[in-house]
């Protein structure tokens, strides 16, 4: 369940972004502190210092190696399936391209940055800054740009079809723009001149008419005086703003109403279909800077000051459009109940209607040309394809308008800030994690001042935005009401689908639909105001709430209790560390010792378990063994293969990774890789298997045959390795000799199998519990020895059994008197007493020095004698070769919430293996 503690800490997270886009709208809804003049600058700094920084600072601390391929593969697919959907609605069903750029954007596109990144972090930690980073770098890189590549086919298909109607355009060959065309968006006033070759072949050019156009085309241009620029980037301005309307009358300068001049010695001659402009109000013109707002594209709009030169007006009841010239006649605005019309009226011949007439002019052609409309466009084709005169509409060649698209893209993208903070961020944490190079701390504080302030201003913004509109809801509660359901359940929902799809499980599951769900994204919006293409739509994705889960973890919170569940987080993998995924683990009575906290210093809170089958999930620096998809096993003791013990072949007890109980901490940096709101959480052996994810040591991890079923090898790194080395690797019988075994649980049964492995002849069992018999005959137990049935010690017993002794014993209870009886049965001579039970901290034995003189041995082992990266391989191998039989020793499964029952049976002595499964 979601406490209160967990409730709180997301609001923290929440409030200060929503508080600060309050204050804004406040600022300037009802108090009236900020003037639309400061507005702009304010909002000038956020565009072009603020957010960029802001980016920079997540991206450069981001690890590019670390990329977690199945959250990018889920968020990758989802936009895919979305776009494939809306694809062949708008090919198929008639959809049209405004409306898929539209619902792609309000589905796919989230605010990452600005919301993202505080809010998961708050909800399911740390970790999620990493994913939400690398999902702003595929949407800078990848889906912004795919966005703005729509954006600008659909304003070069509109160009096209106003400009070259009808079959004109397919014979269109080269289309070349002057450097200061920066886009097709309708912002700037746009001239095209076309030149014909002798073929019918054309080329056409578009410049911007009041900044390169000739001056015999710039006369009779109905643009007006440009001003000064105010340097505004992607400015902000009411979307319901009320138009007035403008007659303008137009004188052609020549007969036919087109402009004639030479080329050179060529004599070319240059058809200047007119000016592409807007109609402005009285005293306002279009800018002339070489920054405009339609320029480049930031993470954040910015309101502009009152005297709005690219807006007269802005929504349905009036946006600008485009318009041409010169034609023998005029311009002029007529009003409609639902969406103003730019109409054309050619006159019948030239000089008719003019010096503001229209007398005796004659309507050949009427056309709604409209290119930006907030919130109802107009569709050209549908027109142009009604006009007699031109036929059916064509379109230049695929080539041509690709080239087109690419050179405006290009530019609006090198223009952007943003472009460039994202790329120099990457390109940092190429060079950082790479070589381990730290930023100057004199540059790293300089950049955190300006992003600290990117993110409340980033929100401020918002609000600024906001208090612009006459409504909070500008597009009208039938058209809101389908934003919010596309936004926060079609966009969670594909996204959901996608993650299941791809394996994505747990929290990253969770992380990725909460990120899916977050309000609409800022950069779509911005485009669709600049494009004028549904931003009072894309707007209401700001208003609404985020659902919040929250997923857990089990943890041991004092010794002795049962296991709760809680959430943890789990930082990344650190130099030489590997983060694994683990999907199974089964409860070793080593759990159980330490979990009871008896004669050892207990180390709470704590995540135990250290038996357990995974897959790499990620990998640290310096890690070149393994990498994501891996199947491996982690364990308990290590092998770095540097060591003295590593490299001897009679050794496996690692100087660097050997086990140590009280550690539970991480060897690079001697912190805990898990931890609840900032409090670490202890490890467990290194490995603490007893979470969704783990951070092991590189050392610590066996890699597998991936064919080798991970719920039945799991028990393999541990308990029944332990038990099956300490017969083979150490006491080492030979075929036809006796075998006695103190203690029947699994790790005595794993010597018992060895036993068999080996040839033994007979095989003796001991132990308190006389259930454990029947049991013991599948592992080849011969005979059975309960020393409760006895008067007399057991080895004594044992050696009147067998003839003065056994040949070989192995002790595996831990027990002190067990370990005598183990070393005083075995045959003198050549008999060989093996311990491998762990005793209690305070522990010791004794024994006459003679059972010693008379060559008996006593040896202990550890793990079996394994090597865990060199020799376990090779045991999963016995298991797929049918020489060792696992699924003996697995006698119970349980869902992850249900651990404490797999305790439970061990503590009754019920189980030999209890396997976990992790995705219950």
Known sequence: MITGDDFYKVMCAMMPLYFAMLVAYGSVKWWKIFTPEQCSGINRFVAVFAVPVLSFHFISQNNPYQMDTKFILADTLSKVIVLVILSVWAIFFNGGLDWLITLFSVATLPNTLVMGIPLLMA?????????????????CIIWYTLLLFLFEYRAATLLIKTQFPGPTAASITKIELDNDVISLDGRDPLRTESETDGIGRIRVRIRRSTSSAPDSVLSSSICLTPRPSNLSN????????????????????????????????????????????????????????????????????????????????TNAAGTPYWVRSPVAGKFFRQPSPAVPEVRMVWGES??????????????????????????????????????????????????????????????????????????????????????????????????????????????????????????????????????????????????SAASVAVGLRGLRLRAAIVQAALPQGIVPFVFAREYGLHPDILSTGYVGMLACTIFFKLLAWEAGKPLVIEEVEVAPPQANEVRLKIIFTSLCHTDVYFWEAKGQAPLFPRIFGHEASGIVESVGPGVTDLQPG???????????????????????????????TDRGHMLHDGQSRFSINGKPIYHFLGTSTFSEYTVVHIGCVAKINPAAPLD?????????????????????????????????????????????????????????????????????????VNPKDYDKPVQQVIAEMTDGGVDRSVECTGSIQAMVSAFECVHDGWGVAVLVGVPNKDDSFKTHPMNLLNERTLKGTFFGNYKPRSDLPSVVEMYMNKELEVEKFITHYVSFSEINKAFDYMLKGESLRCIIRMDG
């Open 712 to 784: 039945k090898v799991c028990v393999l790194s541990c308990g029944i390795s332990t038990g099956l080395g300490a017969t083979l690797n150490v006491a080492k019988p030979k075929k036809g000799q006796s075998v006695a075994i103190f203690g029947l649980g699994a790790v005595g049964l794993a010597a018992a199998e060895g036993a068999r492995i080996s040839g033994a002849s007979r095989i003796i069992g001991v132990d308190l519990n006389p259930n454990r018999f029947e049991e013991a005959k599948k592992f080849g137990v011969t005979e059975f």
């Open 123 to 139: 909800m399911y930690g740390d970790f999620t800054q990493s994913l939400m980073v690398q999902v702003v770098v595929l949407q």
């Open 630 to 660: 891996d199947h491996v096993l982690p364990v308990f003791t290590g092998e770095c293969k540097e060591c003295r013990h590593c490299k001897s072949e009679e050794s496996n007890m690692c100087d660097l990774l050997r086990i140590n």
């Open 350 to 495: 030239p000089g008719k209607g003019q010096n503001g007439g229209t007398g005796g002019g004659k309507d050949i052609t009427e056309k709604e040309i409209s290119f930006r409309d907030s919130s109802k466009t107009t569709a050209p084709e549908e027109t142009n394809s009604k006009d007699a005169a031109t036929g059916g509409q064509e379109m230049p060649r695929a080539f041509v308008m690709l080239k087109l698209i690419l050179i405006v893209v290009g530019r609006k993208l090198s223009r952007n800030p943003n472009t460039y903070s994202s790329v120099l961020g990457l390109l940092w944490s190429l060079i950082s994690f790479k070589w381990n190079v730290g930023m100057p701390s004199l540059v790293k504080y300089s950049i955190k001042i300006i992003s600290d302030a990117g993110l409340g201003m980033a929100m401020f913004s918002l609000g600024l935005f906001m208090a612009l509109q006459p409504r909070i809801i500008a597009c009208g509660k039938k058209r809101a009401t389908m934003g919010m359901a596309i936004r926060f359940i079609c966009g969670p929902v594909v996204m």
């Open 234 to 313: 992607a400015e902000i301005f009411s979307v319901n703003t009320p138009a007035p309307f403008h007659e303008y009358n137009i004188n052609p300068n020549t007969n036919n109403g087109y402009s004639h001049y030479n080329h050179g010695a060529n004599n070319e001659i240059i058809i200047c279909n007119g000016d592409l402009g807007f109609g402005y109000r009285s005293g306002t013109s279009p800018r002339l800077s070489g920054y405009a707002s339609s320029d480049a594209y930031s993470l954040q709009p910015t309101p502009r000051a009152s005297n709005f030169n690219e807006l007269d007006v």
